[in-house]
C-alpha cells in the first residue's frame, strides 16, 4: 500500500477499501524503518484556505524536478493537479518545464469531457512555467481565475506541496522495499499517485477521492 499511515490504512480498512490487512495490533509508537529513511522532512507551515464547495472551482498545481536520474521513459519532471473539492490528484510526467502548459490543457479538456466541469481557478507559484504570456492567454481563453502564491514562499502553495512530498515519500519507500533502480521513480510514482486516489480521507468523511 505505498507505505500509507497507519491512520489512513486503518481508514481504508474501516470502509472496507482494504481488505486481508489487520493493523489492531500495531501500536501508536510504531516506526517503519523503510519510512524512517523514505520520510524525513521539516517542521510544516500553518495552513490558511478557503473551503471550495464543488470539483473544478479550485485546482492546486506544481512542477517537481528535475531529478537526479531519468525515467525510462527519459522524464525528469513531474507536474501534478490536484481538484481542492475531491482530492483527486493527476500526475503527468514532462521533459521540460515549459510542456506544463499542455499538460494543464489535456487536464482541462479531460476535466471537461469526461466529467462535465469547468474549472474555475487555478492555483501555482510564480514560476515561469506558469506565469507567462501563452498561459495567461490559455487561462483568459476558458474564463479561468490564476492564483498566484507571493514569491518565495512554496508554503502557500501547500496543497501541492504536500502532494508532492506525500507522492514522492510513497515512491521513495516503494523503491527501497522493491529495491528497484531510482529509474523507476515514474512507475512509483504512479503507483504512489494510483493508491493515494483511492485511500479514504478525513475531509472526505470516509470516501475516497476517487468515489468523489
Known sequence: MGHL????LREAIKSGSIQGIDVEDISEDFQCHVCLQGKMCRAPFPKVSERVTAKGQLIHSDVC??????????????????DDFSGWCE?????????VISEFESFRA????????AIKCLQSDNGREYVNQDFDQLL????????????????????AERR???LMEMARCLLIQSELP???????????NY?????????LKGRTPYES
Open 195 to 203: 493508491i493515494r486516489n483511492r485511500s479514504p480521507t478525513s475531509k
Open 65 to 82: 524536478g528535475p531529478m537526479r536520474v531519468a525515467s525510462h521513459g527519459k522524464k525528469q519532471y513531474f507536474t501534478i493537479f490536484i
Open 140 to 159: 483568459r481563453k476558458h474564463g479561468i481565475l490564476r492564483r498566484l502564491t507571493a514569491p518565495y514562499n512554496p508554503e502557500q502553495n501547500g496543497v
Open 91 to 99: 500526475v503527468r510526467f514532462i521533459s521540460q518545464k515549459n510542456q
Open 182 to 192: 531510482p529509474t523507476f521513480w515514474a512507475k512509483a510514482l504512479n503507483t504512489a
Open 110 to 117: 479531460l476535466v471537461s469531457t469526461q466529467h462535465g466541469e
Open 5 to 8: 499511515n497507519v491512520q489512513s
Open 164 to 166: 508532492n512530498r506525500t
